[in-house]
């Protein structure tokens, strides 16, 4: 009787554990609504499980050093940022290859605040000025591309959310 208890009670114990890691995943669709935190910039990503690394639209960029300097579209506030390069990665897709600088910067999609590294290029061609890729979505989010816009950002620090 007391294997079959601990046996019950550890087989218990795995699936609430697993059933607890399932529920902190949240369903997104293919495009969503993100806030840049602190900033309470909303704009809309696209949501890239192709995509290693996810890139945000930089518009006059330069780099000094180990520091860089970019606006945001003026679609989406035109706001001028100064932030640290955190890394440099090497991007290619079918018709370009490139070197591009990294910043660290948190996000509000759903209930979920993340402190991501995105990647910086001029996307003025592109729809979306945001793509998120899997190093952001692996461990957070489960995609359904046949929805869209499927939570709104619904996070503690978000300034668009106020009324001024």
Not at 29 to 53: F, N
């Amino acid at each position: 009787m007391g294997l079959k208890l601990i046996f019950m009670l550890t087989t218990f114990f795995i699936i609430a554990v697993g059933m607890a890691g399932a529920e902190e995943k949240i369903t997104i669709g293919g495009v969503e609504e993100v806030v840049l935190l602190p900033w309470g910039v909303k704009l809309p990503a696209r949501i890239d499980t192709g995509a290693a690394t996810s890139s945000l639209d930089a518009r006059d960029l330069k780099v000094h050093d180990d520091t860089v300097e970019f606006k945001l579209p003026k679609r989406y506030g035109g706001l001028q940022l100064r932030l640290p390069v955190v890394m440099w990665h090497d991007v290619r897709g079918a018709e370009f290859k490139g070197r591009r600088p990294a910043i660290e910067v948190t996000i509000c999609i759903g209930s979920k605040t993340l402190r991501v590294h995105v990647t910086l290029n001029d996307r003025s061609t592109v729809e979306y000025p945001l793509i998120m890729g899997r190093n952001v979505l692996q461990n957070n989010f489960v995609v359904d591309v046949s929805r869209a816009k499927t939570t709104r950002p619904n996070c503690p620090d978000d300034k668009s959310r106020r009324e001024y």
